[in-house]
Nanobody
Framework: QLQLVESGGGLVQPGGSLKLSCTAS????????VSWFRQAPGKEREAVSR????????????????RFNISRDKAKNTVALQMKSLKPEDAGVYCYASREAYYC???????????WGQGTQVAVSS
């Protein structure tokens, strides 16, 4: 059975850290280029971070550069997004999406993605 599970969201104070993970079962995440999207209230969904199929290309939206790190663990069949120095404007629903492609890092329409996670909520508040 193919399954994709996101985890790691929650409530954190400004300046805090969270690590989001997406773990697959029944298929290999290493076959896909992956993006983490963020949907904030009243704002358009944006791709905050991307990683290529083998991890040699990564891209971040300007607002998270230097604070977020995307990585993949082939042995654990997982893609993670480490988020540090979180700000209130980082809050939203974070969602994993994957493409059957090697390269990750251009802008693609939603139809280019073959898998979407269920989303995990991130709240940043004191």
């Amino acid at each position: 059975q193919l399954q994709l599970v996101e985890s790691g969201g929650g409530l954190v104070q400004p300046g805090g850290s969270l690590k989001l993970s997406c773990t697959a079962s029944g298929f290999t995440l290493a076959s896909y280029a992956v993006s983490w999207f963020r949907q904030a209230p009243g704002k358009e969904r944006e791709a905050v971070s991307r990683i290529s199929r083998v991890g040699n290309f990564r891209k971040y939206v300007d607002s998270v550069k230097g604070r977020f790190n995307i990585s993949r663990d082939k042995a654990k069949n997982t893609v993670a997004l480490q988020m540090k120095s979180l700000k209130p404007e980082d809050a939203g629903v974070y969602c994993y999406a994957s493409r059957e492609a090697y390269y990750c890092c251009d802008d693609y329409g939603s139809g280019a993605y073959v898998q979407w996670g269920q989303g995990t909520q991130v709240a940043v508040s004191s």
